[in-house]
């Protein structure tokens, strides 16, 4: 197939909101439903191309109603446009509008979905990626009180979960509590993650990393604000759990921000923070170079967006840990193909062409949605 005269043809985007089995709570917000934008690049050439973000208000500050209308104007002007050059797409979209980094990952993943099918690879091998390592997921227990955070630890524990991750952000003594009561019911053997998402001040965040530092955790994700990214550094220096960077490190000159004051051990890569995968390489290759790992993760998506991740994971020795978990969470599932789920929450990636996940028409069918041609 030639790609002259390779154009959009057609841009389709659906929102989408799912039931979550029960609330998802963080220091920041609780959500009782995944939203998600679900976007489709039809192309003169016949190929289709499918991309998800899980918008959120108080971290990127979208929701379905701003994706749709900034989605909208964004695919007017792709139209006619070469997919396969998403260089630059990308310039155009961030020539139309700043920020707006959910909706703009939904394009960037259906982009990337068309090219690796046009290119007849996986997505995975597309962007120079190979598979030959474990992906096994974490499970996140959301903020609550002690005592049930104690029970869903002990429950996932039991489910086969690898690792425990942790939302935290509320105060000293109620986060040491939560982190005591969860120990004692399932041991000290299992390792734990935590996220306070951004919910201690700098003292505070001390105080607590090294109130917990025999409690086996692997590390503690943006303990203090995203705009006090400068006294990242005094908290990593006093805590001996390593410190994460995610709301605060959205894009390549984020990071090069944050390496630069030596702020953290570990960024948590996101397609819905960075724009999709282009630039999300990006961040990916500068962190090779200074020897740092990775966590790669999302928002609320579906398994869709996951997939998108996962294969993105498969490009770096560097990206150690993943955080797949919250299609799990969801009482429903419009994916057809995909990442599924084995033995020990491991993570099997498709080998068929492109991204290897797409959703449901007869669900598409029932969602709120417009067509620009």
């Known amino acids: 197939m030639s790609s002259n005269n390779f154009q959009i043809t057609q841009i389709e985007i659906y929102q989408s909101r799912i039931k979550l089995k029960e609330p998802f709570k963080i220091s920041l917000e609780t959500n009782e439903f995944a939203d998600s934008i679900f976007l489709i690049i039809q192309t003169g050439a016949g ?7 899980s918008p959120d208000m108080v971290i990127q500050g979208e929701n379905l109603d701003t994706c749709t209308m900034i989605g909208k104007l964004i695919a007017k002007n792709l139209i006619g446009r070469n997919p396969l050059d998403i260089k630059e797409c990308h310039r155009l979209m961030d020539a139309l509008v700043y920020g707006n980094t959910s909706i703009k990952s939904a394009f960037d993943i259906a982009l990337y979905d068309i090219a690796s099918q046009y290119s007849g690879l996986p997505l995975y091998a597309f962007l120079g990626g190979k598979k030959g390592k474990i992906i096994a997921t974490d499970y996140t227990i959301s903020i609550d009180n002690p005592v049930k ?11 086969g979960f690898p690792v425990i991750k942790v939302k935290l952000g509320e105060n000293e003594k109620k986060d040491i509590e939560r982190i005591t009561v969860i120990r004692k019911s399932i041991g000290y053997e299992m390792p734990l993650r935590l996220d306070a998402n951004q919910g201690w001040d700098t003292q505070t965040a001390i105080t607590i990393l090294s109130t917990l530092a025999d409690n086996n955790i692997q590390f503690c994700e943006e303990p203090i604000p995203r705009w006090n990214y ?41 397609p819905g923070k960075s724009s999709g995968l282009f630039d999300a390489i990006n961040i990916i290759r500068m962190s090779e170079k200074e020897g740092m790992h990775m966590q790669m993760g999302g928002f609320i998506e579906s398994r869709l967006g996951f997939t998108a991740a996962a294969h993105l994971a498969l490009i770096s020795d560097h990206i150690i840990f ?18 599924t789920y084995g033995e020990n929450a491991r993570i099997n990636i498709p080998d068929v062409p492109g991204l290897g996940a797409e959703i449901d028409i007869k669900y598409l069918e029932k969602c709120p949605g417009i067509v620009i041609n």
């Open 47 to 53: 190929i289709t191309g499918f991309g998800e973000c």
């Open 149 to 159: 955070m104690a029970n869903d630890a002990l429950k996932t524990k039991e489910a």
């Open 230 to 270: 400068m006294d990242l550094p005094m908290v990593r220096y006093q805590s001996s759990i390593p410190i994460m960077a995610d709301e605060s490190c959205f894009d390549r000159h984020d990071a090069k921000r944050l390496i630069d004051i030596k702020a953290c051990d570990y960024f948590n890569i996101k």
């Open 322 to 339: 993943y955080d797949f978990d919250t299609p799990l969470m969801m009482e429903s599932d419009p994916v057809i193909g995909g990442i």
